[in-house]
């Protein structure tokens, strides 16, 4: 029963790949989050959507698409992959974009070469 | 927009020890303040949160952390240290409809 699970887990690529992260959330959550976290742990968001809406879209490359076909699932689909996308990324959820509390899934780890 | 500033990068503690963890935001108003913590290969779990109320703040696993509004503080604090407490510990301030996370603390805590 995890609440904010992701997958893959790991994910090792060529550069120049298209590769997609999977996000589901089963909190009953309206807003779902994307964080990218460096080599040196610090960690930015990337995106949020509320209800299917995106409403955080942080200075990004357009290269990241996020989708949300449902409000338990948000995903994460990258194009042409370049060697500085090698991160973790996190996903998260809270009730509201105005913020309770956030619950971060387990990470994919992402990896460029 | 806010920031957040964490000054220990790292912090290295023998188990009972005392901790203090550093975190400053940049400015005033109404703030949201929470603090993280990863465990090695983990994600992220929420230690503490302040909304408002008593600016002293108590959370999981014997934390507690102090808001003083006049000096933009939110530290984090645990009396005795165990080595199951070896993790990264990230500070993060409400911004509109996102958290701004610090660049993290890394506390070792050997036997």
């Known amino acids: 029963d995890t609440a904010v699970s992701q997958t893959p887990k790991y994910l090792v690529t060529q550069m120049g790949n298209d590769k997609s992260i999977k996000c589901e959330q089963n909190?009953?959550?309206?807003?779902m989050y994307w964080y990218k976290q460096d080599s040196k742990k610090f960690l930015k968001i990337m995106f949020s959507y509320n209800n299917k809406e995106l409403i955080i879209n942080e200075t990004v490359p357009n290269r990241f698409s996020p989708k949300s076909p449902d409000k338990a699932h948000l995903n994460l689909h990258i194009n042409s992959l370049e060697l500085g996308d090698s991160a973790v990324y996190f996903c998260a959820s809270s009730q509201e974009p105005s913020l309770e509390t956030q619950y971060f899934g387990p990470g994919t780890r992402l990896l460029v070469l | 927009a806010q920031s957040v500033s964490q000054h220990n990068h790292h912090v290295i503690l023998s188990e009972a020890a005392s901790l203090e963890l550093g975190c400053n935001y940049s400015?005033?108003?109404?703030?949201?303040l929470f603090w993280y913590v990863q465990y090695p290969g983990q994600h992220l779990q929420l230690l503490l949160k302040?909304?408002?109320?008593?600016?002293l703040v108590k959370g999981i696993k014997g934390f507690e952390a102090e808001f003083i509004k006049s000096k933009f503080s939110f530290n984090l604090r645990k009396p005795s240290v165990q080595w199951s407490d070896t993790a990264e510990y990230f500070c993060?301030?409400?911004?509109?409809?996102?958290?701004?996370f610090g660049t993290g603390t890394r506390l070792q805590v050997f036997p």
């Open positions: 993060a301030v409400k911004d509109t409809d996102k958290l701004i």
């Open positions: 400015y005033g108003g109404t703030v949201n």
């Open positions: 909190l009953g959550h309206d807003t």
């Open positions: 302040y909304f408002s109320g008593d600016p």
